[in-house]
């Protein structure tokens, strides 16, 4: 059996022209399972009896299951997936009044290893594939009550641009018409700075919003706490990030997790605004660290928070604060998957 969510729009009328069926039909079933979020075939009730028949036997439509689930007074719903070969993964709900965000895992495990982040601890496992992406969308979507899913952030376990071919197979069904409809700037792909992604990424007709992981702006300590840095050292990435907005016109996020004792004093700053000072449409993202088991990372004082950010303003930088969702149910990434594990 194969996941149907692994197939295209135009593939799914190539597979029911080679069947003798009419291929209108694949615009039916997308709009079952993407926009009524229907799981079971039978269910289509605009489908003719034969095809839901041959659909079932030759397809399945979501194929991961709920291992666990924790609810954060402030509304966050973080989950754990178990996928066919009992991997973990996991995804976010994040709802506002009206609206919700859902934090998406591109791989199972990670190989970067980050050392703000649960995720790399345990290794890689494998990439996920476009359908098992487009599970934890369907999932998501289908267990918000009020609020309707209209942002996309691949922010959870994973690299997304080191599993770029399923990623934008995945995102081109988020943003499709015929299927999630979410608008590609409401989509926003995380990276820790694999440059040839990057350069991939410019050259795609679709509009989703960039945000790098950055968390030091000189290498030494950029290469300590992110290794990816000793293979693409922050000269190159920034040179990357240069010719992608000169490319696309469209701003670049670096997200930057302030911890005490590491990145988030005066001299830090100040290397800060050297590195982003001349790069057109950039935006920094500070993030006051949470504490993460087997790590050294300490959360930064709310003065230290507030000096830094009060530096990058003065300088010019365009700096925003982002608030933590679910500290109480280990939202940041990784955290749930890790501690299920030791259990
Ligand atoms: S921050 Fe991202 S790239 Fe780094 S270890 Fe975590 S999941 Fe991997």
Redesign the pocket.
């Known amino acids: 059996m194969q996941d149907i969510k692994e197939l295209s729009l135009g593939e799914l009328e190539e597979k029911l022209l080679s069947w003798g069926k009419p291929k209108y039909h694949a615009r039916q079933i997308f709009s079952w399972i993407y926009q009524k979020g229907s799981y079971d075939f039978n269910s289509m009730s605009d489908l003719p009896a034969a095809l839901r028949g041959i659909l079932a036997d030759e397809f399945y439509v979501l194929g991961l299951s709920l291992a666990d689930l924790k609810k954060s007074a402030d509304g966050t719903v973080k989950f754990l997936f178990e996928l066919n070969d009992a991997n973990l993964i996991e995804a976010v709900n994040i709802p506002t009044a009206k609206r919700a965000t859902g934090c998406i895992s591109s791989?199972a495990g990670?190989?970067?290893?980050?050392e703000?982040?649960?995720?790399?601890l345990k290794g890689f496992k494998r990439n996920l594939t476009s359908g098992e992406i487009l599970d934890e969308v369907l999932y998501l979507k289908n267990n918000l009550k009020d609020a309707q899913l209209t942002h996309i952030v691949f922010?959870?376990?994973?690299?997304p641009l080191d599993n770029y071919d399923n990623l934008l197979k995945a995102i081109r069904i988020i943003n499709s018409a015929d299927a999630f409809n979410i608008g590609a700037r409401r989509i926003t792909i995380?990276?820790?700075g694999v440059i040839p992604g990057i350069k991939r990424l410019q050259e795609e007709d679709l509009q989703v919003e960039l945000s790098i992981?950055l968390h030091a702006a000189d290498d030494n300590l950029r290469s300590r706490i992110?290794p990816?840095n000793r293979k693409y050292p922050l000269g190159d990435l920034i040179k990357c990030c240069q010719e992608y907005v000169e490319r696309t016109n469209r701003q670049i996020t670096f997200e930057y997790i302030l911890a005490r004792d590491l990145n988030s004093d005066y001299s830090a700053a100040q290397k800060l605004v050297a590195l982003l000072k001349n790069l057109r449409l950039a935006k920094v993202n500070l993030i006051p660290a949470n504490p993460i088991p087997k790590s050294k990372i300490i959360p930064p004082s709310e003065s230290e928070v507030r000096l830094f950010k009060d530096y990058l303003f003065k300088a010019g930088l365009n700096v925003t604060l982002r608030k933590e969702r679910g500290q109480d149910i280990n939202a940041a990434?990784?955290q749930l998957r890790l501690k299920y594990e030791q259990d």
């Open positions: 791989q990670c190989k970067f290893a980050c703000f982040c649960a995720s790399g922010m959870g376990t994973g690299e995380s990276t820790c992981s992110m990816v990434c990784g």
